[in-house]
């Protein structure tokens, strides 16, 4: 098979870009508070030996093989499943909508850190952060009543937000994004450094160090911890999501992959911990101060960005005007670089299929994203937005996994991709990688899979399920379109099986 042919502009101009691409993409916004959170839900110290499993059966071989996929392909995902055969093309298309999707609500998310930067320079909040949010931030209620009321400070953000990751991702690759990532992502990780190392200077830090880390080993025999760990690992590799593939489309020759999968899989399991250290040391300062237990102060997601955050900081006197806007700055660099990365599949593949200009292509996609995100603005986007992230993570990412791992060591083949994946490597892979991916992965995600859209059905009111079925015609209905449309290139050849 003959590789899609590469122009310098389409490529990394070094391996420290593409690393920097890739733990940007995984070290997300998401990974400041999500890991944290989970461990300490999920039997503490405990958490760590299912999490390591996770990692080895799951996250390293996923990544290989969309490292391998990405580099021996050069080409879009839905390109390289509809070289395989062409039927699978659509399969591609969905994964990368699904991606998009997601893209979609997590910039309102990025809006909201960014307002609460500029609010942590004066404590804007005020003294009841939980008020503050919920009258200014979300609004509305877990209804559909004011989806055509907008928050202004909200929109007028996610506008600003959406222009910059076009300005940044419309340029050619190593004059927006490499540029980008290589300044970002290690300002992410210095500023984190900042942030824990104070934090480890708190007093209390050790009941919040002691809550988060305090093995429950009964938990090993709960079905819901493996689970946990396998989701969290999902969620912050970014597997399955086309972003590896992508990103490692643009590799040049002769690079060494499985270096790269294991220096990305270990900056992102030693950030997500040093995160954890962090968070549950401010936790547990703050537990100190209230006389709160941390159980009752750790919540996740939006509540605890937002509002156990602000509050920390609002005891924390003179010094929380540096670690306040140090902290936020930190989450909003995890989001631009994390936004770069979902938006990269789908730019990338519209423009393999139809000949656009790079710039066309990203222009067309964040005016689209932009218009469509203005949804999750209004008085009812809080409520779009939590059914739109479960839906799409419980179903839809998941399910993209186990169609990847299903293709492509079933019907490709893995070997074909193990002479370039084993190139100049201390550790090679070989019959036990594609076992892992042939036979224990499909096994493990389709059961995720499985008890998650239970969950998802069993807990859902008729409205939800309403807004998910409304999801769900969207996500088989573009990709279907996409597919459908003729391509303008010439490189869709199906490849020997």
């Not at 300002?187 to 209390?204: Q, S």
């Not at 409205?463 to 996409?482: D, G, K």
Request: proline share 4%.
């Amino acid at each position: 098979m003959t590789k899609s042919p590469q122009s310098k502009s389409n490529q990394w101009d070094s391996s420290f870009a593409f690393l920097m691409a890739m733990i940007g993409s995984a070290v997300g916004l998401g990974n400041i508070w999500r890991f944290s959170h989970v461990v300490y839900t999920n039997g503490g110290g405990a958490f760590f030996i299912p999490y390591l499993i996770a990692i080895i059966i799951l996250g390293i071989p996923f990544l290989i093989m969309e490292y391998g996929l990405g580099y021996h392909f050069k080409d879009s995902l839905s390109n390289i499943l509809k070289k395989i055969k062409p039927k699978f093309e659509v399969f591609g298309w969905f994964i990368m909508f699904i991606v998009f999707m997601v893209l979609l609500y997590y910039m309102i998310i990025i809006g909201w850190d960014f307002i609460y930067l500029i609010l942590s320079f004066f404590k804007g909040w005020g003294m009841n952060p939980a008020a503050y949010f919920a009258n200014n931030i979300i609004v509305g209620g877990d209804n559909l009543n004011n989806i055509l009321e907008f928050i202004l400070p909200v929109s007028l953000i996610t506008i600003l937000l959406w222009v910059v990751v076009w300005f940044i991702s419309h340029k050619d690759l190593n004059e927006g994004l490499s540029r980008v990532v290589k300044v970002l992502v290690p300002l992410l990780f210095i500023t984190m450094a900042v942030i824990v190392v104070y934090a480890l200077t708190l007093p209390g830090q050790m009941i919040g160090l002691s809550e988060l880390f305090k093995p429950n080993w009964s938990n090993l025999t709960n079905i819901d911890i493996w689970l946990a760990a396998f989701g969290q690992v999902v969620f912050s590799l970014s597997v399955g999501q086309a972003v590896a593939v992508t990103y490692a489309s643009y590799l040049p020759e002769k690079s060494k992959l499985l270096d790269k999968v294991f220096i990305v899989v270990g900056a992102n399991a030693g950030f997500e911990i040093f995160t954890a250290i962090g968070v549950f040391s401010i936790l547990g300062f703050m537990s100190l101060n209230s006389g709160i237990p941390v159980s009752n102060i750790a919540t996740s997601g939006s509540g605890l960005l937002f509002i156990v955050f602000p509050e920390i900081f609002n005891t924390m006197g003179i010094m929380a005007y540096i670690i306040g806007p140090l902290f936020f700055l930190c989450v909003l660099f995890a989001g631009i670089t994390s936004a770069l990365a979902l938006l990269e599949p789908i730019s990338n593949a519209i423009t393999q299929k139809f000949g656009y200009s790079r710039k066309k292509t990203v222009t067309l996609l964040c005016a689209i994203g932009l218009i469509a995100s203005l949804i999750f603005t209004t008085g009812s986007g809080n409520y779009l937005l939590t059914i739109a992230d479960s839906f799409l993570n419980e179903f839809g990412i998941l399910l993209s996994v186990i169609l990847q791992t299903i293709i492509i060591s079933w019907y490709y083949g893995l070997r074909k991709l193990i002479p370039e994946l084993n190139y100049e490597a201390k550790l090679k892979v070989g019959s036990k990688w594609i076992f892992i991916l042939k036979i224990v992965l499909p096994i493990v995600l389709i059961l995720m899979w499985i008890i998650g859209i239970i969950n998802l059905i069993a807990t859902e009111t008729g409205l939800t399920l309403m807004v998910e079925l409304i999801i769900t015609a969207i996500i088989i209905i573009v990709p279907i379109i996409l597919t459908k449309l003729p391509s303008k290139t010439s490189k869709n050849n199906q490849v020997d099986m």
